[in-house]
């Protein structure tokens, strides 16, 4: 439940897969982020609905009814970290700050909250963490400039171009361009991260979704949920070896477990594929797209 509920986070706001998508494509990250409420909230529905199926059938005990006042207790001690997600969305939509000063925002309120309200982190940690971040970053940065080499060259042979005239000499419909884009983006979800997903096919694909008339806010998300799956399915899922790794259970034990979710997960991106109102509804309805 843990591995394909963790995917979630990088479709629903703030997401910085969605702002990489967003740079990669020159598309509005603010139309993106209201995209991925929406379907966000449909596909955490879904994973529930599953998850009470199982619990149901295979009869898990289930924990006592929260009184109120435990319920106002939970509320108010995880306030802080709650607001931070309004003060992210709020900060943007308000034209207080960008989405990538939001960043900057976002990182400076939860290192104040975590080390001096929460206390989850003591100040002797910090070096220790800032080293790791900036390990990370360093990985990222040298993906997204392999990305933009890569990106450069495909440009530069008119590869996109080329692709997009075969498509179009072949007659594919928009039906079957979005059912072969599902099917390259679930076999990169194979040996790949979201991120170098999204950097390197975003700009590949863009081009020819919009020679199609495929809008780009609904091919983000659809990258975006392709990159879900990606992460719970086997035999690279990163979800599923973390899960194993720290469940201490065995590799093959953890993937039988998750096939439910899994179809679920699949089901939910057949719909975002073909009912792009799902994603583009609240965008449209706010005259963001």
Known sequence: MISTSGALGILVPPSIILVLYGVSTNTSIGALF????????????????VTFFVAQRNGYPKMPRATIGQQFTAFRESIWGLSLIAIVLGGIYGGIFTPTEAAAVAATYAFFITVFVYKELKLSEVPKVLLQAASMSSMLLYIITNAVLFSFLMTHEQIPQEMAAWIIDKNFSVWMFLLVVNVILLLAGNVMDPSSILLIMAPILFPLATKLGVHPVHLGILMIVNTEVGLCHPPVGLNLYIASSIAKMGIS???????????????????ITYVPEISLWLPRLLGMI
């Open 253 to 271: 034990e953890i993937t039988i477990s998750v096939l439910p979710w899994l179809c679920a997960m699949l089901v939910f991106l057949g719909l």
């Open 34 to 49: 209201m995209a991925g409420i929406v379907p966000g909230i449909l596909l955490a529905l879904m994973l529930a609905a």
